[in-house]
């Protein structure tokens, strides 16, 4: 078995039994061959199963029934190392939050904010501050060159709490860059422009 195959097989089981949402569990009774190897072959880079990597390949009709078998965790933690490893495998690459170049770039920007997201949901400060700086570049981009997002030009203090809150509430439907995108191009749509916007 392979990488295409386990996800053709998911693909497979999930078309034939139409289940409303579907987890890891579901996959281990369901498919544990499946499950065996994604265990054996599909690590995140902080230890446990990468679900994201998984759950990005399957069939985008079925993405949306990923119910991830964690929950966000109360307790605050401090833990460099965690966020170290993200950044010394991409340290190369972080320009990808100031300037991608193409759609590769773009998809390396989805790998990185999504591992740091993820370090984050269950608790690391760290990892928090740091994915919120780095999208911090993409989103003053955004405001610059996207008109859907050029009302938020004078609200820039209120843009890290809708960062905390997609961080709190991102699951597993499309990437972290494109989400965050989304929620800021609908709540931007109650900001009244502000009056140097208005003079130009």
Same mark, same amino acid.
């Given at each position: 078995m392979d990488f295409h195959s386990a996800v053709n097989t998911i693909n497979k089981l999930l078309e034939e039994q139409r289940p409303d949402s579907f987890?890891?569990?579901?996959?281990?009774?369901h498919a544990p061959r499946v499950y065996r190897y994604i265990q054996k072959n599909v690590g995140a880079d902080v230890g446990g199963i990468d679900w994201?990597? &998984? *759950?990005?390949?399957?069939?985008?009709? &079925?993405q949306k029934k990923w119910r991830p078998s964690y929950r966000n965790s109360n307790k605050s933690y401090r833990k460099k190392g965690e966020?170290? #490893?993200?950044l010394q495998k991409y340290h190369?690459?972080? $320009?990808?939050? %100031?300037?991608?170049?193409? /759609?590769?770039?773009? $998809?390396?920007?989805?790998?990185i904010s999504i591992a740091l997201v993820r370090i984050a949901q269950k608790g690391n400060v760290i990892a928090k501050e740091e994915i919120t700086k780095? #999208?911090?570049?993409?989103?003053?981009?955004?405001? /610059? *060159?996207?008109? *859907?997002?050029?009302?938020?030009?004078?609200?820039?203090?209120?843009?890290? #709490?809708?960062?905390?809150?997609? %961080?709190?509430?991102?699951?597993?439907s499309g990437t972290f860059?494109?989400?965050?995108? /989304? *929620?800021l191009e609908y709540a931007g749509r109650g900001l009244t422009p502000t009056t140097s916007y208005l003079r130009e």
């Open positions: 987890n890891s569990s579901w996959i281990l009774k994201d990597r &998984f *759950t990005r390949a399957i069939d985008r009709r &079925f966020v170290g #490893v993200i190369s690459k972080l $320009y990808v939050f %100031i300037a991608p170049f193409d /759609k590769n770039d773009e $998809y390396v920007r989805d790998l780095l #999208v911090r570049f993409t989103i003053d981009d955004w405001i /610059k *060159t996207r008109p *859907t997002l050029s009302s938020w030009e004078g609200y820039e203090s209120l843009i890290p #709490v809708r960062i905390e809150a997609c %961080i709190r509430c991102y699951r597993y860059i494109g989400y965050l995108l /989304k *929620t």
